[in-house]
Each structure stands twice: as structure tokens, then as C-alpha cells.
């Protein structure tokens, strides 16, 4: 299957801090990734929506100047946690959609534990 | 707007034991269905996943899970299960190619030898 990687896989960062995560997708060309954060226990929170080439999509309620996403090129998407403070300790986790149709899948990343001091 | 429901939230079988786990979701026509699987501190494996045709889907791990339309249904199931096997399971649902990928809330099994 396609394989999905984020770096880096665990951060701790003093508070006010800003913090960049990656997410590559490795075998594939993804022109849409998607960015979640998923508390203890807890399902998955879809953040925002990054398209290649264009400005991400925020889901209500997500601080689009806070957690700034970057979608360069079609293999890579980035994350940035700007000014962190304890509150934004999460883990962050990436996908990235492939194919179209009935292939349509959406592959996701190994997760990105952020603690914030 | 859909919407996915895993009815148990923890369920706890013995090595060898079947499984199954339980998927519900509320949307007007028939939704593109997937179950992934996260252990611990990971991120999440897809499993399998539905579109059309068959209703009964084989996936990895020995996995499968069964479309049901006439209950909204779309459960996974193991007939043996492995200690392995113990993590988190996610049903999704998508509305239509393209969108995004709407989570139940997870089922958490625990496996015991």
C-alpha cells in the first residue's frame, strides 16, 4: 500500500515556540492532504483540508494563523504550530488521498506527538 | 450531514475468539464505507473499504466486513482473532468521491490470551 510519513514523530518545544511537522506521502503524488489531531482516547478532529498549490481549507473553530499549512508540492505537506502553548499539546496526524474514483483512498501518516512545555 | 456510530466502545474477546465490531451510519444514500485500525501511538492502517458490488469486502489481517443497507450497517469481522490484533478500530464514511472522511468514535478491543 501507499505509505504516508511524518517527521518528526515527537516534539517537545517550550511554550511560545513555533514547531513545523511534515507530512510526505512517499510512493505517490497526493494533490489533496488532510491534517487531524487526535486527543486521548478520543477519534480523530479533521483540522484543514491542504490542497497542492493552494490555500488550505479550516475546518470551524481551527485558527487558521495558529496552525499554518503549507501544501508545496504534491508530495509534501507541512504543518506549523505557531506560538504553542500547553493547550496545543495533541498528537497531529497527516493523510494523504490517492487515487480517484472507487480507488479513491486516503493513506495516513504515522503521527506527530507534540507536548508543549 | 452523515454521521458514524460505534456503538461499543470497549470490547474485550479471548485469543482464538471471533469478533465482531459494530458500524452504523446515518446518511441519506449510500455512503463509501471504510474501517482502519490504530495500535498504540501510531497512526491509523487501513483495513478495507466499500464502494459498490459485493457486499461482503475481505481485507487485510483476515479481516471482513459486511454492507448491510437495509440496517445502515457495515460491520467488521474476524472469525479468529490474535493477540495482535488488540488496538483501536475506526469506521469512516465518505458521501461522495472526494469528500472528507467522516470518524466514528472508535472501538477499542483488548485481546486476552
Known amino acids: 500500500g501507499a505509505v504516508v510519513s511524518q517527521h518528526p514523530s515527537r516534539v517537545i518545544c517550550k511554550s511560545g515556540t513555533s514547531v513545523k511537522i511534515e507530512c510526505r506521502s512517499l510512493?505517490?503524488?497526493?494533490?489533496?492532504m488532510f491534517w487531524y489531531r487526535q486527543f486521548p482516547k478520543q477519534s480523530l478532529m479533521l483540522m484543514a483540508t491542504?490542497?497542492?498549490?493552494?490555500?488550505?481549507?479550516?475546518e470551524q473553530g481551527v485558527e487558521k494563523d495558529k496552525f499554518l499549512i503549507n501544501h508545496a508540492s504534491l508530495t509534501l505537506s507541512t504543518l506549523t504550530v505557531t506560538s504553542a502553548h500547553p493547550e496545543d499539546s495533541s498528537f497531529y496526524i497527516c493523510?494523504?488521498?490517492?487515487?480517484?474514483?472507487?480507488?479513491?483512498?486516503?493513506?495516513f501518516g504515522p503521527g506527530t506527538r507534540l507536548l508543549v512545555l | 450531514a452523515q454521521s458514524v456510530t460505534q456503538p461499543d466502545i470497549h470490547i474485550t474477546v479471548s485469543e482464538g475468539a471471533s469478533l465482531e465490531l459494530r458500524c452504523n451510519y446515518s446518511?441519506?444514500?449510500?455512503?463509501?464505507l471504510f474501517w482502519y485500525v490504530q495500535s498504540p501511538g501510531q497512526g491509523l492502517q487501513l483495513l478495507l473499504k466499500?464502494?459498490?458490488?459485493?457486499?461482503l469486502v475481505q481485507g487485510i489481517k483476515g479481516f471482513e466486513a459486511e454492507f448491510k443497507r437495509s440496517q445502515s450497517s457495515f460491520n467488521l469481522r474476524k472469525p479468529s482473532v490474535h493477540w495482535s490484533d488488540a488496538a483501536e478500530y475506526f469506521c469512516?464514511?465518505?458521501?461522495?468521491?472526494?469528500?472528507?472522511?467522516?470518524f466514528g468514535t472508535g472501538t477499542r478491543l483488548q485481546v486476552t490470551l
Open positions: 493523510s494523504a488521498r490517492t487515487g480517484g474514483g472507487s480507488e479513491e483512498t486516503q493513506y
Open positions: 510512493d505517490f503524488q497526493a494533490t489533496t
Open positions: 491542504s490542497n497542492e498549490g493552494s490555500k488550505a481549507t479550516y
Open positions: 446518511y441519506g444514500a449510500t455512503p463509501y
Open positions: 466499500y464502494f459498490s458490488g459485493d457486499t
Open positions: 469512516a464514511v465518505v458521501t461522495a468521491f472526494g469528500s472528507k472522511l467522516t
